[in-house]
């Protein structure tokens, strides 16, 4: 029973590390986001179109408007018209 619990632990613990924020951006210039995750905060640049995933554990994100939003890792960031709206 120990070792079926430890490996439930394992499995849950595996599945959430796969899950990741998205950005997509769907204007057809491109678009930059402001990432602070664990302390370091960086630039993510998207070009028209593009996807990208990022913020797999956490993070503070500055959406192209000003606004500072904090996601959990599971959330997807379309921008469009230069507007970010979390999903």
Known sequence: MKHLVVA???LL?????????SAVN????????????GGSRSELSL???ETVEFCSSGCFVTLPNGDREALT???????????????
Do not use: Y
Not at 13 to 21: K, S, V
Not at 30 to 37: A, D, G, K, Q
């Open 13 to 21: 613990t595996l599945g959430n590390a796969a899950h990741a924020a």
């Open 8 to 10: 439930a632990a394992c």
């Open 26 to 37: 769907l204007d057809a210039e491109p678009r930059t986001l402001i990432v602070t995750e």
């Open 73 to 87: 890792g599971t959330e997807t960031i379309e921008i469009s018209g230069g507007v970010a709206k979390i999903k």
């Open 47 to 49: 070009a028209a179109g």
